[in-house]
Each structure stands twice: as structure tokens, then as C-alpha cells.
């Protein structure tokens, strides 16, 4: 059985859920492809730390000992921050590897870059897993969306302030106490400032800007306020008027101008948002022809990210397959 030979930047909640999902999948994965999908090599930051890896997985702290494997077809990323994930994506597509990310915050700023760099070299870019987490959110308006104009995009982005706002609507607790209890829970992060001030929310609201658009606003025209500025009695005055502040951002256009916001907004009990609780995120994606789709699920977690990733590779490598059959039936036709 041939394979598709892929790396694993990163071993974290999310590289560790791609690890088991493939591991668990290859049935799937033959079927859908025809191959099965070999996990060749894991970069990682601490040597010291036990794996629960197979024994012929490569286990590198060392980047040149991933883009120097022989036949490697696909570079799975679940790192952190900007760099060297941006570094080593580029060197990735530049080598024609197909690449799939679930690193929001680099590509947030770097999309454009590395969606052009994928073209030039005649690969791909898998980016689900950055926004909404498991909810398909990308490919919805990549895919399924084509003939329709996305006017208006509002959004739950982030499921640990949604997590907060409805602890403190349902259970009349302070904000404190609701971060404690998400925090205690796995939701929050150890550091959660990016959940609460609306950046994490920001981040996912310009990658699908780049998607509906092609480009995104400046970033510093874009109002970014966190669920932190709400307090106990405005969530309770809402609660009386059955309404319920929810952290929403916002995308749209107007004229030639893209408008974005982040923010707590009052949504009275009609909207399609009033009802989505928790740690979900959700989506109101309106278009022209349609109206208002939304879309609801898990927005992070190992096995949803994971989901996001595995659904970006069997997609890159069907269009793989398409495109080398659409060569040859070019090359017959023009014999
Ligand atoms: N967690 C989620 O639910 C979720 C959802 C959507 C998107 N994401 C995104 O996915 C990415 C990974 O998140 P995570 O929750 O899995 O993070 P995590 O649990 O902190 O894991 C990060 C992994 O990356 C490795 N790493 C960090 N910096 C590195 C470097 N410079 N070189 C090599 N390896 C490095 C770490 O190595 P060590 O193991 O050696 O420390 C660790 O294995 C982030 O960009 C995050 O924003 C996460």
C-alpha cells in the first residue's frame, strides 16, 4: 500500500490528537485515497520530555532534520507563535511540500504570504483547524459558498469568553470567578489574556477576512474590546430583558472598505447567536442568494482541531490525485 509521508511540527494537545486520529483513521484514509498516511517524523521544543510515539518516528528538535527527509509530501503544524513556525512553513511550500496549520496567530498575519508562496509552487495550504476549531467553517465558505457574495460574517470565535459570559449570565457569577472555573476546566489557556481581550477572536476574524475577501483591513482600524470591560450588573440587566451579551466579531464590507470589530454585543433572543452557549463557537455567515447560514461547534480541543487537520489532508490530497489525472488526460488529448 503506497503511503503519504508526513511531519508533525509540534506535540502538544493538538499535535498529540493529529498522532492518535491518524493512527485510529488509516481505514478511512485508504478508502478516501487509496493510501494510507505514515507520521515519518515530530519536531519538538524539549528533547527531555517522554513521547508516546512509535519507536521508527523521527523525534527532532531540529527543523533541518524534517525538510531534509526524503519524499515527505505533507508538513503538519500545531507550534506556537509566529516564529520559526512562519520559517518553517515557507521552507515547506518553497521545497513543494503541501502544508495544513493550526496556527492562527502567525496566520492571521502571514496568510496572504503563504497562501501566494502555496500557488508559486503548485502545492497547498490546509488552514481549517485555525478558525472555529472543528466547525467547518473554511471550507463552508470556500467551497460551498461559491456562486454566493458573503456579505456579513458575526461570529463566536473564542469558546473561553463565550465559556465566562454564559457561566456569568447563567449562575450569576463574577467574572473571576467564571476565568477560574474555565481555566480549572482545560478551556482557558495558562495564559488567557488573548481569550479575554478579543486578540485570539481578532486573529480568526482576519483569516476569514483574507478567505472572503482576499485581503484584510488595517489592522489598527479594527476595534478590538474584550468581555473584561462588562461587569455582573450588565449581564444581569440584559438577562431581564431576555437579552444576553455575547463576544462577537464582526466582518463585512462597505463599498471598497472592510469593516471589522470585536466586542461584547447585546443580541435580543432572535438573533442566531442569543442561544449558542459554552464553549462552542458559532457562525452567522449571511449572502446574497442564501440569507443566514450558521454554523456551530467545537472551536478547539485535541480531537476537533485534529478533526480540522485530517479533513484538510484527505481534501489536499484528493485535489492531488485530480489535478495529476487532469495531466494526464491533457497529455493524451494532446498526442
Ligand atoms: N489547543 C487547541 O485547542 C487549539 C485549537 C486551534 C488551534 N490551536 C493552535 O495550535 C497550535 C498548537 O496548540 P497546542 O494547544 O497543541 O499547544 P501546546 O499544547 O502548547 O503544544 C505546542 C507544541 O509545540 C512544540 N513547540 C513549541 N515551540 C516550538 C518550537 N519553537 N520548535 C519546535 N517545537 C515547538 C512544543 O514542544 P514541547 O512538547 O517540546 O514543549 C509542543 O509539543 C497553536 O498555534 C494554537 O494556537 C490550538
Redesign the pocket.
Known amino acids: 500500500m503506497q503511503k503519504i509521508k508526513a511531519a508533525l511540527?509540534?506535540?502538544?494537545?493538538?499535535?498529540?490528537?493529529i498522532q492518535e486520529v491518524i493512527h485510529q483513521y488509516q481505514e478511512r484514509f485508504r478508502l478516501l485515497l487509496g493510501k494510507e498516511v505514515e507520521i515519518a517524523a515530530v519536531?519538538?521544543?524539549?528533547?527531555a520530555?517522554q513521547?508516546d510515539l512509535p519507536e521508527n518516528v523521527l523525534v527532532t528538535?531540529d527543523?533541518e532534520e524534517i525538510i531534509t527527509l526524503p519524499d515527505l509530501n505533507v508538513v503538519l503544524?500545531?507550534?506556537?507563535?509566529e516564529?520559526?513556525?512562519l520559517t518553517y512553513l515557507r521552507r515547506s511550500l518553497n521545497k513543494g511540500i503541501h502544508v495544513i496549520?493550526?496556527?492562527?496567530?502567525?496566520f492571521a498575519r502571514h496568510a496572504r504570504e503563504l497562501l501566494e508562496t502555496a500557488r508559486e509552487n503548485k502545492v497547498h495550504i490546509g488552514f481549517e483547524?485555525?478558525t472555529a476549531?472543528g466547525t467547518p467553517i473554511i471550507r463552508t465558505i470556500d467551497q460551498l459558498l461559491q456562486v454566493n457574495r458573503v456579505e456579513k460574517v458575526e461570529a463566536i470565535l473564542n469558546g473561553t469568553s463565550n465559556y465566562i459570559l454564559t457561566a456569568m449570565n447563567d449562575r450569576f457569577i463574577d467574572f473571576d470567578t467564571a476565568l477560574t472555573e474555565a481555566q480549572e476546566k482545560g478551556y482557558a489557556e495558562a495564559d488567557p489574556t488573548h481569550d479575554i481581550d478579543g486578540t485570539?477572536a481578532f486573529n480568526k476574524l482576519m483569516i476569514l477576512s483574507q478567505l472572503i475577501y482576499g485581503e484584510q483591513p488595517d489592522w489598527l482600524n479594527v476595534r478590538k474590546t474584550g468581555i473584561n470591560s462588562l461587569t455582573e450588573a450588565d449581564i444581569q440587566h440584559a438577562k431581564q430583558e431576555n437579552k444576553k451579551y455575547k463576544h462577537i466579531g464582526v466582518i463585512k464590507k462597505e463599498g471598497n472598505t472592510i469593516i471589522a470589530e470585536v466586542s461584547p454585543v447585546l443580541l435580543s433572543s432572535t438573533h442566531p447567536l442569543h442561544h449558542i452557549d459554552g464553549v462552542d463557537n458559532a457562525l452567522a455567515i449571511t449572502s446574497d442568494i442564501v440569507g443566514t447560514i450558521t454554523l456551530t461547534g467545537p472551536?478547539?480541543?485535541?480531537l476537533?482541531?485534529a478533526s480540522?487537520m485530517v479533513e484538510d489532508l484527505v481534501q489536499i490530497f484528493q485535489k492531488e490525485h485530480a489535478e495529476f489525472y487532469e495531466k494526464i488526460s491533457e497529455k493524451h488529448a494532446a498526442v
Do not use: H, S
Open positions: 511540527l509540534g506535540y502538544g494537545t493538538v499535535g498529540q490528537g519536531l519538538v521544543q524539549n528533547p520530555k513521547r528538535t527543523f503544524e500545531a507550534i506556537v507563535g516564529e520559526p513556525a496549520t493550526a496556527n492562527k496567530m502567525m483547524a485555525t476549531g485570539d472551536g478547539a480541543g485535541k476537533p482541531t480540522a
